[in-house]
């Protein structure tokens, strides 16, 4: 598996979110606290929503 066919999902945004991006996988902020930054544009507020990002990666779009 590449780093670019691996997805990351996580909760503190500088040392998950923008470390995995670094290390050149994808990744998803999960910000249950609403916290942001809201200008994140691979953000969910819950897990509830990961299946949505999940099929928009795969299917592309």
Avoid: F, K, N, W
């Amino acid at each position: 598996m590449t780093p670019a066919e691996v997805l990351h999902v996580g909760d503190l945004y500088d040392l998950g979110v923008l470390a995995a991006r670094a290390a050149g996988l994808h990744a998803l902020h999960l910000d249950r606290q609403d916290g942001g930054p809201h200008d994140e544009p691979c953000r969910i507020t819950t897990l509830r929503d990961l299946g949505r990002v999940v099929q928009s990666l795969t299917s592309g779009a």
